[in-house]
Each structure stands twice: as C-alpha cells, then as structure tokens.
C-alpha cells in the first residue's frame, strides 16, 4: 500500500453551491488531495460536478494572500490588526457607529458570520452590515417573510424526486445545481411520467430533461402565475390555514397573460399539469430573485402553492434554491442588515432585548442598517468612512460595478479580507488581511435544505492566513471587548451561536439548534451533517405540512400581486442584457480559474444573441461585440443562438479586471433594486450593442504568467502556462516588440508571416521548449487552441506554427467533458463515425458524461443536432 492510499479520507462539504455536497478528501501529504463524493452525504450520495471534482486542482499558494499588507507593503499580523482596529473605533467616535460599515459573504462559514454580526449588531452598534446574499437570496427571504412569517424553506432534495412534476423558473439548475439536477433527471429517468416544466426566456442545459419548456417573455413570471393562481384548484388547506386568498384572487383575475408572449397551447399544457398534478415543487432561483419586483415575484409562486396546499409535504412545495455553500447559513446567522441571528427580527423589541442580554451587548443596534446597494452609495458619499469588505469581491460583482469601485477608492480607509492578493477589490484595499479559504479552515454550512454540514480542515492555512472569525475576534478585543471575543476555536463559536438559537426557540422561533448548545471540541468534530431544526423541541423535517404558520393568527398569508413588467427598453438602448452563470466557474473564478480543465469548457467572456439580432447588427460569429449604456461598457465575444430570444441577449458575469477587463458585465448594471428586499435586477439592463470594429485578433499561450495592454482581451490557465485571447482596434507599429514586450522575451522569436491573408506567427523557443506563442489574424484566429495549448505542456512539435494538429493528432476541440478531457470534435466523430447516439453509448466508448455528468446536456445537444441534420439531408 502506498502512503497516499493509507491516510484515511475527511469527510467535509464543497466549496461551490447550495446544494452542499459532502466531500471525501484525502491529502496527500504534499499540500495535494484528492476529492470524491462521500457516499453517505444526504445531498449527493456520493456525486460531485465537474467544480466539485476539481477541488483538489484549486487548493495550494498560487496566487494566495500570504501576509497581512497595509498600504501595498507588508505587515506583521498585530501592526495590521491593531491599524484596523484603531481606525474603526476612531471612525466610530468621532463620526458614530453608523460611520462604519462590513459588506460580508454567503460564502463565509456560520461561524465566521457570526462573530461579524456581533461585533457589528451587538458591540459596534450599528447594523452596517450586508452580505452579498442581498444581490442572490434577499427577495425570496422578503417573499418567505411576507408569506410564512418567517424565512423558511419548507421543503427537502427528495421532494423534487417525490414529485409528480418539477416546475423550474429562473433557474438553470444544471449549470448551477448540478448534483440536484443529477438527482432530479435520475428520477425523471426512473418516472418517466414525471413532468418537468422549464420556465427561462433561454433555452438553457436544464431544458434537456424539460418535457415543456416556457420561453416568457422577460420579467413576466408574476403575470404567469397569477393567471395560475386564477385557474388553480383551491384546497381545504387553504380555506383553513391561509388568510388573503380573496385579494389575491382578485389581484390575479385581472393579468392579461399574453403580456408573458407565450402561446396558448404551451399555456394550456402548462395550465393543464398544475391543475391536474398534486404533487408539485416549484423550483426558483435568480430569474426571480434579481429582479426590481422580485420579492412580487416570489409571493406571486408561493401563493400558487398556498391556494392549493401544496406545501410542506412530500413531493410538493416551492423551493427556493440557494447559491452559495452559506447562503442559507448566513439568514440563519442574521447577516443580512435588517435581520438578527437565529430569525430574529432587528426590528422586533423582544427580540434584539433577548438578543442583547445573551450578548451582553453593550450597543445593540436599534434599526436596519443600509442594504448592499445603498451600502455603497454611503461609501461614495462619505457617509461611511471605513469599510471591512470580507469574502465578496464587490468592485466586479455588484451592478453599477464601476461606480462601486470608484466608492471603494475614494473611502477613507478599506480593509478586505480575501484569500488572493490581486483581486479587483483586493487592489483598492489599505489593508489586505490574508484569510484561510476551503480546505485550510473548520466550521459549518447550511445548504438549501437546510442541512447543515461542517467543512473541515485538510491543509495547513497558506503561508500566514488565518481564520475568517477569528480575525474578526481579534479585532474585537482589540477594540475593547476581549470578554464577548474571545473563543478558542470555532466549536466555541458554534457551540454559543447553538445556545443563542436555543433563546429564539423560546420566542417561537423557527431556526432553533439548541441541540448542539455549548458542543465540545470532539463533538464538533464529529459532527454529522443534519437539518435543522435540532431541539428538545422539534428535529428536522418539513415545514407547515401542518398549516401552522409564524404568523400572530398562525395563518400564511396571501399577498395581492400586481405584476410590474420592466419598462420598456428606450430607443438609445434597445437589448435586455440577461446575466448569469456558466456550468466550470465560479463567480469571479478566484478559485475555478486555477484548474486547467474547468476553464476548457468556455474560456471568455461572451455575448449569446439571437441570429435576428445579430444579422441586424451586422455582427458575425465569433467577432467581438461592444454593448454599452450610461454606466459603463463591455467587449464581448458573440455567440449567435436562437436558444435566446431576440432583443434579450445574455453574458457571463465571471471575468474581472484580473481575466478580461472588458468582459465585467456588472459595469452595465444598473443599481436599480426591488423596494421591498433591496435585491438588485441583474438580469435586465438596458443596452445598446455594436459591433466592435477590430482591426487584429490574436490567440497566445505563454508559460510565464502576461497581462496584455489592448481593447479586448480575456485569459485562462493551461496545463504548464497561460492562454488569452485578444482584439484591438490599432495595429502594433511593430509586432516582434510588441510580442516581447508582452512575454517579457528578450530573444527573437520564429516569425512565419502571410502577407496576403494577413496573418502573422511569433514563436518564442529555449532549449527546444515552447515559451510563449502568438497568432495574429485580421479575423477571428481559427486554428486548434488545445493543439496549441498542448505545446506548453510538452514538446514543441514542428506542426506548431501552422497552428494545425498533424495528422495522428486529431484537433479535440472546445471541451465538452472536463472530467475526461474530451473536445466536442471527438464527439462529433463519436456521433457520425461510430453511430453513438445516446449518452450512455458516448459514456461507454469514449468516457465523456460518465464521471460528474455536467456535461450530459450537451452531448443530448449534440446527439440530437446531428440528428437534426441527417434527417434534413
Ligand atoms: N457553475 C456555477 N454554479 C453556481 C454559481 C456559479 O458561479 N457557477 N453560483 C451559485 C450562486 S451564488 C447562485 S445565486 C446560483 C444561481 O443559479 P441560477 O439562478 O440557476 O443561475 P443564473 O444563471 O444566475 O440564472 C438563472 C436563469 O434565470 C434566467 N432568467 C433571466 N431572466 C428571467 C426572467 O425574467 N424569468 C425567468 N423565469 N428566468 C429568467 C436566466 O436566463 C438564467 O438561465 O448558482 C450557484 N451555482
Ligand atoms: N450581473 C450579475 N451580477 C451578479 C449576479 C448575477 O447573476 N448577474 N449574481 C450575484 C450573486 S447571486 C452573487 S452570490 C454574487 C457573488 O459575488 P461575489 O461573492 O462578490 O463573488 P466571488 O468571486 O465568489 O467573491 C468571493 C471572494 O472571496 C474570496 N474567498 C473565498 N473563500 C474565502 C474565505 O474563506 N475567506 C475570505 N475572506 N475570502 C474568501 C474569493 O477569493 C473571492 O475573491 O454576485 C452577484 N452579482
Ligand atoms: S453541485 Fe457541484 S458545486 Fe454544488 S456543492 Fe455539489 S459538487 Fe459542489
Ligand atoms: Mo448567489
């Protein structure tokens, strides 16, 4: 037995998502792991997506934060933590606590959220504090409040396999929630009958397993659900534990659902499964939630669900689905500015007296403080003087994100806590604290449905990072409060936050853990994943089966849903920028972006818009586009798709100052946010769109690390280098300097030109290895990037120049599967050369879709393409 496969495997939970999949990782040894899915995790039993899988190629000190850094120059961990804390309780008195602001992250683990909003709610005396959960989950914890009471999903995973048909809205559960989705077409595979309904103006990946697909018009859920609601059946139920249904009927009989542009046979096949199908889970996520009627929108669903008693049991219920790994953690904790731990109300006084006593607090906070959007309005306008940013990376991810970054600047005094140095939010900091990421920390997740998981430490911290909560703490006591900071360890954490929740069970509070009040060390430790709530009084389950409710009556209410279209698009700016997600990364690809093969699959920003739109504009495939608006303006590279619908295109948010400067999209948003939750629209920002006259296009790959000086330009790392794409609209004077000056090479390079079609080729070479190597074209560069892209990893092969792998080597492709390394032209040749035309056969023969199966999608698109064009010949 080699040493690698006897160190014994640690249970924990994946960084990514909401869906919360426990992990195995075995380290071995030499800061390496390696990652599967633990079989007896009750979310994933045992599956990973392909971000999943890749953990173990994202963990490590590249890029890393390692030591505290105040004004760009490196500090010791007290000369930062003392700065930090002299500032802030200087701001306080001089300017009051409300001066001071934390803009935190469903990323960060409860215990590290915790000891934030007691610092900020309890001791600071502010509530100044919001989480980037504002911008993903706030309008469903509007809509949960309005309805229930208080903020609780009812429902569990195995619902959506319970259920006699899956309604999905706004959601690209395939992309997004892999392994639910996995679990979801599993079932779907094993009941055939079970319907699924998509609704999502794009045809996106989830629509594969859709038996109908509802391409609505923008923005129109809430006049489509309440023509539900007008047609629904009415339950018992509802006539006995739910009050409000007569406004809201009234509300709903007056929509004209054609204002969804949706045609009435898919409305009446629609109309047809609701009315008939009581096991029903309604499926939400962003479409809903990022919009400035979300919380609307949200209560437009649940009062579906309410008329007809569908909720809390099994196979039936809406279910609001979580984004981050902590997302859900964070409601729990209080994170978000109007809230307090444990569902308590910031605005109730019972509850922030019960809260204050626990605390001891001595400056509890008496009302909300500012939410994310508004958060930084204060920052530009100097009303907050000093800002903690932790675990979010507001200057590319927030709308108005140029806006944002200008207030980040021009504040008084930053600090952001971040595991990686040269993050766009990073760079505007003045003090830098290097925080311990996945896998170097311990402490506990709740994913969405609310199970509650630890993640676990399997690496020591890089270099000098240190624990999220326990800089916080640090802090704390320094500014004067060593008594209420000054745990040992994140069970002590835990074990307080446990016991706290056990005071808002007492005040009838929901989210009650009081099980675990003041766990040890070893109990901490081994801790197995379970759903709250865990009481003397109640453990896990389902919510409101029963008809009881958090209400003063106990009764769930109804609201009167008046749908808001969003305005129409004003001549100047014609599109709907619909924004989102891409199946390999991650938000701002801090981590994602570090794993070769997760950065194969789509490795630049880009523009899907529909072929109307894009003969219109005379914007041809793979050329770039230039969308802009008053608040800012993107390069994009176009994709043109009908899965789109015409004047509704949609970019990827991921890429940042630090990957592809001209593809944040978040420039073009406008911070415009429902008035109940404050959530912002992201998925609606008006803009105009050109093509972007290019002049030269260029593809390089390069074995040291480049940051190109031209319009457009957006890079991913490779196996032993990097690579990136790039667009200007001035020509170089001269190419061979521009090159070196770019690769930092001092030598000259190989140069193969062609005059008559314009292209140009600059190979850089020592001792026969590839250093760096350019491809210039007045077009879109076409030639094979994996072939290329191989060269940095081995030997130079002679066929290099020509851009073209020889002919024993077959050019893969864009990857399809990251699991196996297969490019789509080898499925492609899978398809109609060897007669593969399932997605088990594909599996079988060439491996694709058989490991984490985020790619299956797909391979059922290009199954059923080649299809498509074998039965049109
Ligand atoms: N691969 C990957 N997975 C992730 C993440 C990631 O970065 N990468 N991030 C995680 C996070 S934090 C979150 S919040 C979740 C988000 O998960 P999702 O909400 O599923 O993802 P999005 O891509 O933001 O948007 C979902 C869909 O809403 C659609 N949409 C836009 N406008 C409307 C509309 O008016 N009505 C309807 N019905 N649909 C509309 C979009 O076309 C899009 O397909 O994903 C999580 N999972
Ligand atoms: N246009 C548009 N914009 C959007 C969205 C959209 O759909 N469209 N979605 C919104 C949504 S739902 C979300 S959730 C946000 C996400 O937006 P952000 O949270 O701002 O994005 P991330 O890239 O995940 O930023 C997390 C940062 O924390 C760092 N980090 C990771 N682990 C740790 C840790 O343990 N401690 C510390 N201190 N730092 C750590 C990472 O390196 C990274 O820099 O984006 C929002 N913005
Ligand atoms: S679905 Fe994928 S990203 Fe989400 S928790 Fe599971 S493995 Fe992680
Ligand atoms: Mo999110």
Redesign the pocket.
Known sequence: MNIASSRPAIRTTCAYCGVGCGVLATPDGAGGLTIAGDPEHPANFGRLCVKGAALGETVGTKGRLLAPRIQDREATWDQALDLVAQRFSETIAAHGPDSVGFYV????LTEDYYVANKLMKGFIGSANIDT??R??MASSVAGHRRAFGTDTVPGLYEDLELADAVILTGSNLAWCHPVLYQRLAAAKAARPEMRIVVIDPRRTATCDIADLHLPLAPGSDAVLFNWLLSLSPLSPFCAEHVSGLDEAMAAAGQVDVRETGLDFGLLRQFLAIWQQTDKVVTVYS?GIN?SDSGSDKVNAILNCHLATGRIGRPGMGPFSVT??PNAMGGREVGGLANMLACHLELENPTHRAAVRDFWAAPGMAERPGLKAVDMFRAVEDGRIKALWI?????A???PEADRVARAIAGCDFVVV????AT?DTARLAHVLLP????GE?DGTVTNSERRISRQRRLLPPAGQARD?WRILADVAVRMGWPDAFGWQGPAEVFGEYAALSGVAGDLGSDFDISAHAGIDAAGYEALQPFLWPQSARRQGGRFFGAGRFHTPDGKARMLAVQPRLPEPAPDALPFRLN???IRDQ???M??TGLAPRLSRHLAEPFLEIHPEDAVRLGLAPATLAEVENPAGRAILRVLVTDRVRPGHPFAP?HWTGETGPSGR??AL?PGLTDPVSGQPA??SAAVAIRPFAARWFAYAVAAQDFRPDCDYWARATLPGGMQTEMAGAAMPGDWVQWAQALFGQSEAPIVVQDARRGTLRLVFLRQGRLQAALFVAPEPVGLSRSHVAAALAGECAPTLLAGQPGGDQPDEGALVCACFGVGVNTILRGIAGQGLMTVEAIGAALRAGSNCGSCRPELRALISAHACRVAAE
């Open positions: 992250s469903g990323q960060m980037n959960s911008l993903c962003q990022q984004g981050q932790i675990c979010t990376n507001p590319v991810l927030m806590s971040d595991m990686f993050t925080a311990t990421g996945w920390k999220d924004t989102g997600r991650w938000h701002t801090t981590r948010m999209v978040d948003v992201l998925k």
